[in-house]
């Protein structure tokens, strides 16, 4: 029998399980936050599915990423990277010349006049004024600029669908068999991040020594100091993850303890937050600060 222990267990894991598996950070340092969406799936023989959305800017990758992200005890055709299986993957719900037609990769040309999205037309603004009224702060590192992601949040405002992962996107990883039964466009969040921290030997510690003792800053540091350098980081960096573990992992708090309950018994009444919901890209000012 499904249990909610189980089912927090897996969330709670979700950064051990690979160099490429996650638990969403809606906060990350190399995208701007514009939209989210959560879902819970569940099916017969115990099956279980979440499959939660993140819309963001990624100024590197010069596109309007919509990544999904996996965590369920049935999950099918995850991504592959360097051999690693992936609990992610992405769709470009911006046309990518339409985008590129209408910036300079950072902000909307004057002259911008609508994106391609999904097959529409979709109207673009470059009147500060409605973003005010939309009560979006523009940044303006020059004056009258409008960025990507401040002109993807006035959208989705009045075309919010557009912006979300269609039925067969969000089933890429999800048995079909399994059927939607929450759907949360806001609730409460902590990102849980924690710091790789792998085992290095002394044998190894001394061989990196040696590789790198001639390169600038190595030249006046003798094998001593550059180990217990390292070690003390090393235990700020375990440090730092339990602490992580203690406040933000998943079953810490109301939000996944209640959601365990309603994916482990099928019932949608035990979420019941108390919490207020934080989701909203203005509660994320961290993200895209890289």
């Not at 919509?66 to 993957?89: A, D």
């Not at 470009?92 to 609508?114: C, I, K, R």
């Not at 089933?171 to 059927?179: C, F, I, W």
């Amino acid at each position: 029998m499904l249990s909610e222990s189980e089912i927090l267990l897996t969330l709670d894991n979700s950064n051990k399980t690979g160099d490429y598996t996650h638990f969403i950070s809606l906060g990350h340092p190399n995208s701007f936050l514009i939209d989210n969406r959560l879902n819970i799936f569940r099916g017969d023989n115990d099956k279980w599915a979440i499959a939660i959305e993140r819309l963001g800017f990624n100024p590197r990758g010069g596109a309007i990423e919509l990544e999904i992200y996996y965590y369920g005890n049935c999950l099918i055709n995850l991504e592959t990277y360097n051999g690693q299986i992936s609990n992610y993957y992405s769709t470009y719900p911006v046309d990518q010349n339409s985008l590129n037609e209408t910036t300079d990769g950072f902000h909307l040309n004057p002259d911008a006049e609508s994106w391609l999205t999904k097959g529409r037309q979709i109207e673009l603004s470059t009147n500060k004024q409605d973003y005010r009224d939309q009560d979006i702060d523009l940044k303006e590192y020059e004056p009258g600029q409008i960025g990507i992601e401040e002109a993807a949040r006035s959208l989705i405002i009045g075309h919010r669908d557009l912006f979300r992962a269609s039925e067969n996107e969000l089933y890429k990883s999800v048995p079909q068999d399994l059927k939607k039964i929450l759907v949360l466009d806001e609730w409460h969040h902590r990102d849980f991040i924690e710091i790789s921290v792998p085992k290095v030997s002394d044998e190894h510690l001394k061989y990196t020594y040696e590789f790198n003792k001639k390169m600038p800053g190595f030249e006046e540091m003798d094998f001593e100091t550059f180990s217990n350098l390292f070690r003390i980081q090393e235990l700020n960096n375990k440090k730092a993850n339990q602490k992580e573990w203690d406040d933000n992992r998943p079953s810490s708090y109301e939000t996944w303890q209640q959601l365990a309950k309603v994916i482990a018994t099928g019932d949608v009444q035990h979420y019941k937050p108390t919490l207020s919901p934080n989701t909203h890209w203005k509660n994320w000012s961290e993200s895209g600060s890289l």
